[in-house]
C-alpha cells in the first residue's frame, strides 16, 4: 500500500463547476501538507500549503486537512479552463524531511 | 516562471551510456532535490542537497550519483543507463532545509533506447 493515495482521474467538469480534489494517507506522523499544479509538459508549481489540520484559502482554491480521517482536499470554486492541468497532493513529517506525493489527478475543465 | 533553469530539456541516449542533468536553483536558494517523474511511480524523491552536502536521499539507484558546486548549481549523473530509466528528471529548490515551499524546474525528459 502506498503512503499516499490519490484517484488518478481524469475529473472532467464544466467551466464555473466546483472542483473536489482529495488525497488520503496512511502515515499518522504527516504534519505539512501541499497542494502542486503541474501543467503538461512543466514542472509541478506550488499551489498552497497547510500545517496540520484546518482549511486554508486562497482565492478560488481551499485546502481542507482532516488529520483524524488521514483525509485532505483541495477545493477549486468557479472553475476555469485554464485550471486543466494535474493536482499533485504531497505531504512531510516535518519541515525538513522528504516530500511524498500522490500520484496526482488529471483535471480538465471544459467551456 | 519559477526561477529553476533545467538543462538540457530533452535527452536521448542509448542504453549503456551516461548523461549529465544539469539544474540551476533560484538565486539565493541554498537545498537543491532531484526528483524522477514516471507514467507509472509518480514523481519520487532521489536526493537533496544542501549548501554543497547531500542532506538526504531517497529512491536513488546506485548508478545515479548527484552533486553540488560551491555557486549551487548541481547535476545528476545516470550510468549504465537502463530503458526502465526513461523518465523526467527535475530539480527543485528551496530556500532553506524546510521542504515545503520548493520550486520546480520545467524538467529534463530523458529516453533510453
Known amino acids: 500500500q502506498k503512503e499516499v493515495e490519490q484517484d488518478p482521474g481524469p475529473l472532467s467538469v464544466p467551466e464555473g463547476a466546483i472542483v473536489s480534489l482529495n488525497c488520503t494517507y496512511s502515515?499518522?506522523?504527516?504534519?505539512?501538507f501541499m497542494w502542486y499544479r503541474q501543467y503538461s509538459r512543466k514542472g509541478p508549481e506550488l499551489l498552497m500549503y497547510?500545517?496540520?489540520?484546518g482549511n486554508k484559502e486562497d482565492g478560488r482554491f481551499t485546502a481542507q486537512v482532516d488529520k483524524s480521517s488521514k483525509y485532505i482536499s483541495l477545493f477549486i470554486r468557479d472553475s476555469q479552463p485554464s485550471d486543466s492541468a494535474t493536482y499533485l497532493c504531497?505531504?512531510?513529517?516535518?519541515?525538513?524531511?522528504?516530500?511524498?506525493f500522490g500520484t496526482g489527478t488529471r483535471l480538465q475543465v471544459f467551456p | 516562471d519559477s526561477g529553476v533553469t533545467q538543462t538540457p530539456k530533452h535527452l536521448i541516449t542509448a542504453t549503456g551510456q551516461r548523461v549529465t542533468l544539469r539544474c540551476s536553483p533560484r538565486?539565493?536558494?541554498?537545498?537543491v532535490y532531484w526528483y524522477q517523474q514516471s507514467l507509472d511511480q509518480g514523481l519520487q524523491f532521489l536526493i537533496q542537497?544542501?549548501?554543497?552536502?547531500?542532506?538526504a536521499k531517497g529512491n536513488i539507484l546506485e548508478r545515479f550519483s548527484a552533486q553540488q558546486f560551491p555557486d549551487l548549481h548541481s547535476e545528476l549523473n545516470l550510468s549504465s543507463l537502463e530503458l526502465g530509466d526513461s523518465a523526467l528528471y527535475f530539480c527543485?529548490?528551496?530556500?532553506?532545509?524546510?521542504?515545503?515551499?520548493?520550486?520546480f524546474g520545467p524538467g529534463t525528459r530523458l529516453t533510453v533506447t
Open positions: 527543485a529548490s528551496s530556500a532553506s532545509l524546510a521542504d515545503y515551499e520548493q520550486y
Open positions: 502515515n499518522s506522523a504527516f504534519q505539512y
Open positions: 497547510t500545517y496540520s489540520s
Open positions: 504531497a505531504m512531510t513529517r516535518y519541515n525538513t524531511d522528504k516530500l511524498i
Open positions: 538565486s539565493g536558494d541554498l537545498s
Open positions: 542537497y544542501y549548501n554543497g552536502e547531500e542532506r
